[in-house]
């Protein structure tokens, strides 16, 4: 599943789609209020993912969501993500997360060219 990653969003969002990725899925009581109005998630869960990092080695990692089924696109939440101690970097053509793994942060480029 592709995200894009949003500064903007306080939770990561997935479109309906995302139902299918999703691991422990709730009902949620979650309202989303955007520039289209108000959306009632359709569930709550986690979504586990995995990448390369710059090594080439794999990484996993899990964040919590909630799926609606209005969205389009999949949004990963910085805010979120900032919580369970990721580290973002911004710079054009040198996008990146570093993931904690353990003791240490694993690298993953989070931006390429489409």
Request: proline share 3%; aromatic share 8%; with cysteine.
């Amino acid at each position: 599943m592709k995200m894009l990653v949003d500064t903007g969003v306080n939770k990561t969002l997935v479109g309906e789609e995302g139902l299918d990725a999703m691991h422990e899925p709730s009902p949620s009581n979650i309202a989303i209020t955007g520039t289209a109005g108000k959306t009632k998630a359709i569930a709550d869960g986690l979504i586990l993912a995995s990448g390369k990092d710059v090594d080439g080695e794999t990484v996993e990692f899990k964040f919590r969501c909630s799926a609606l089924g209005s969205v389009k696109m999949n949004f990963l939440s910085v805010s979120e993500m900032l919580k369970v101690g990721t580290i973002f970097h911004f710079e054009t053509w040198n996008c990146y997360m570093m993931i904690p793994d353990g003791n240490r942060k694993r690298r993953v480029k989070s931006i390429g060219y489409v």
